[in-house]
């Protein structure tokens, strides 16, 4: 049987990210940046109590993927509003 994913086991098991050391880190936010999973990394450090045991910059970047997530649903919300039903606007992730 093949292993999981870093990112699986890391979504099964938050608490994984307390004990990746670098190279398990740059793993860890290249397939979250590929699966577009930063945003979601970032709050679940949060809600488990995580984030100040995780690295520096991997919490800037984790948290640098929730605000450009925030940023353009809101930038999807607004365009869909103003375009109304001229130019329907695709649903946002």
Partial sequence: MRP????????RTPAR???????GWELLLRQARAAGMGATLCLL???HGMADA?????WRRLCWD????NAMRARC???SARCG????VPACP
């Fill in 66 to 69: 929730r605000t450009a997530g």
């Fill in 4 to 11: 999981l994913p870093l990112l699986v086991e890391v979504l």
């Fill in 45 to 47: 450090a949060e809600e």
């Fill in 85 to 88: 039903e001229r130019w329907p």
């Fill in 54 to 58: 995780l690295p520096p910059l991997a």
């Fill in 17 to 23: 990210m307390a004990a990746l050391d670098g190279p």
């Fill in 77 to 79: 919300a607004s365009n």
